[in-house]
């Protein structure tokens, strides 16, 4: 997921409008309200049981007991707490006629093992690296069927970059003083751990000099250790005093362990070198920097000697396609990217890794005639992120009629501080941010009254979120309004209403910290089969789904509209007035 740096980040902790549960009693989350909850069904999703399942050295079995379910304090209507209202006897309606079948047929443990081989490259677009991994999901979709049946399509679209790849090859940092030489940081493979010292686009370099702590204090020949972020402003400023070499420790806001341990003081910052930088520029962690700061007070001729060893060369951009073709209408589609690029573990090597075995899932349970295809297409795009969803649209002659992000798929709560979330599409709570609604500690996007189109995609991932939670007997999620940077702009600049499915707040979130040892098995089986019964209950919208899809809309009216008078705010009661009209109508044409 790219974070926007021009945003205005809010910090606060992230009050979800859910009850926070644990197995053996209830603990209600500072700032949470249970009353005011917006997710009807998933206002009870605890952390379930996942049996025989184990990741990490702890064991994920066993039942969370979860209180009744109430909306504003009220029980829940009966229309929300069935799934099949409204669909013929017998049956289920929306994403629960899938969420069971894909959870059952999803192997967690194919996705889990390439969840690791993902991690072992840092995958920058169009390297040999990031390649390795569209070449790994290739043959995995393959052997599937996909490229090899008439109704499964595959392809790999290669596309013009631009500029040239960069990978890099290795890097070091040895501190020498008064003390003796000390390695700081190394790498010598795209799976180790001080791997992202080098930022994307960072020149290759050998450079040793003193040590500077600020910019006052850079002198020719220097090496600058700050604090500060690494800005084009600040590498320009320090490279016009003569230093050699920028060295950051700076983290997000947010980065801080919420356990306690302070583990993020090891963190080192996943970024993109500022554009056209002359010296040599690399991350460090803040327990280094203070390693330097210490170094320096006892010993004032202390140095630094920063290497770093890259490559580039011109080579095409691929996007990997996969395609389930729809039944009836083929020629409309739905669509669900997953990028490949950033080297963390929880973003994105989870995500493209599990959405890989939710489509495997899919193509096997149509095999087995356990589901019919869908009626409208069903893709799955695997790329760079941002770049790859606006190569689909070009590519494809099919028409988009919804698409879905899936970024951030599998982090462990417990490890990393994140929850399972459903970023909307843009809807008046981005435009009028009353509680229940918050933003996370990302930080709200600039949205105006146009960028409102109303649509039932919302809808649609809030029930696959309710469903799993049912499937599984508990599951803790949460939502939020749109804030960006991930593949679902691309659709909804484009007017194809798309939604994000992500966990956050990531502590590790764009650090070395971002590893295996931070994902889930449970999260990321969860959270895979919720995007694709989402997915699929798109892409197969069918009459009896509606009525299921209008009861949510009008619920979601009732609780918006009494929020909106609690904060006296006649103008965001108007904008859901309009936005769930908007949704029923959406909804209408399926009706028929």
Known sequence: MIYPTQKIV??????????????????????????????????????????????????????????????????????????????????????????????????????????????????????????????????????????????LTLKIVETDMGRPAWWPLGGSLTLDSAAGSELLLAFGSPGDAHRTMLPVGAPEADVEGPVALSLKDVTPGSVLATRAPLSG???????????????????????????????????????????????????????????????????????????????????????????????????????????????????????????????????????????????????????????????????????????????????????????????RTPDPGALYTILPDEHTPWGAGRVSEEDMRPNGVNVICREALIDVAAHVGGWHTSENPWEGGSDHDVFNDATIPAALMWHFTDFTYHTSLDRMGMIDARELHNTCTAIVSAGLALADLRPADVPRHLASNELERKLRKEAAATDKNTAAAAAWDRWCDGVNEWFAPFAK
């Open 233 to 423: 402003q600040l590498v320009g400023k320090a490279a016009s005093r003569g230093a050699v070499c920028v060295l950051s420790s700076a983290l997000f806001p947010f980065t801080i362990d919420p356990t306690g341990a302070d583990r993020h003081l090891d963190a080192i910052r996943f970024e993109t070198a500022p554009r056209g930088a002359t010296i040599a520029v690399g991350k460090i962690s803040p327990r280094i920097l203070d390693r330097i700061e210490a170094a320096k007070a006892a010993d004032d001729a202390s140095t630094l000697r920063f290497i770093a060893k890259t490559k580039t060369a011109q080579r095409p951009l691929r996007t990997l396609i996969a395609e389930i073709l729809g039944e009836e209408t083929p020629g409309e589609a739905v669509a669900i990217a997953s990028h490949l690029q950033e080297p963390g573990a929880g973003d994105n090597a989870a995500g493209a890794a599990g959405l890989c075995s939710a489509a495997v899932a899919i193509a096997t349970l149509m095999d087995e005639r356990k589901i019919a295809p869908p009626s409208r297409t069903l893709a799955f795009v695997f790329g760079n992120e941002m770049e790859q969803s606006r190569i689909w649209l070009e590519a494809t002659d099919r028409k988009t009629i919804a698409a879905l992000s899936a970024d951030m798929l599998g982090q462990s709560p417990e490890r990393t501080g994140a929850v399972a979330l459903l970023e």
């Open 10 to 151: 809010r910090i606060a902790f992230l009050a979800l409008p859910i009850a926070l549960f644990c197995p053996g009693g209830a603990a209600q989350a500072p700032g949470s309200s249970s009353e005011l909850s917006l997710l009807p069904k998933s206002s009870r999703t605890t952390i379930g049981p996942f049996p025989g399942a184990s990741i990490g050295g702890r064991d994920h079995s066993g039942p969370a007991v979860a209180p009744p379910i109430t909306v504003a304090g009220r029980p829940l209507p009966d229309e929300l707490e069935d799934p099949s209202a409204g669909a013929p006897a017998g049956e289920v309606a929306g994403p629960a006629r899938f969420t069971g079948l894909v959870y059952d047929a999803f192997d967690v443990g194919t996705a889990l093992e390439d969840t690791l081989f993902i991690d072992g490259f840092y995958r920058t677009p169009g390297s040999p690296l990031y390649d390795a991994v569209i070449d790994r999901l290739h043959a995995r979709l393959e052997a599937a069927g996909f490229g090899i049946s008439d109704r």
